[in-house]
């Protein structure tokens, strides 16, 4: 059975930086892709960041081109969200999810992922 186990969240103020991590265990975390959602209060989870098993081709929503870097380490089973210039609206629960055989068109559906781990709340303060 898959698990996925975020950490890094925190409060921080705008401007700064926090950097994610999700550790996965129980399948062969290189062969999936691994994504990075959010979701605020009150709205629908939103893609953030994916990165690819093979060749590790990343992926970015436009409103964090720039400011946001995913990496993935597959020694460790493991997939980063460097999160920098952090602003007020970047506040929301983050999520890490896994899946196979996306497709490149597809990488910022949610339905494309079936394993999420419990997320892991950000607080950007203005």
């Known amino acids: 059975q898959v698990q996925l186990v975020e950490s890094g969240g925190g409060l921080v103020q705008a401007g700064g930086s926090l950097r994610l991590s999700c550790v996965a265990s129980g399948r062969t975390f290189n062969t999936y892709t691994m994504g990075w959602f959010r979701q605020a209060p009150g709205k629908e989870r939103e893609f953030v960041a994916a990165?690819?098993?093979?060749?590790?081709?990343?992926y970015y929503a436009d409103s964090v081109k720039g400011r946001f870097t995913i990496s993935r380490d597959n020694a460790k089973n493991t997939v980063y969200l460097q999160m920098n210039s952090l602003k007020p609206e970047d506040t929301a629960v983050y999520y890490c999810?896994?899946?196979?055989?996306?497709?490149?068109?597809?990488?910022?559906?949610?339905?494309?992922?079936?394993?999420w781990g419990q997320g892991t709340q950000v607080t950007v303060s203005s």
């Open positions: 999810g896994q899946g196979r055989l996306i497709t490149i068109a597809r990488m910022g559906e949610i339905s494309q992922y079936d394993s």
């Open positions: 990165i690819t098993w093979g060749r590790g081709r990343t």
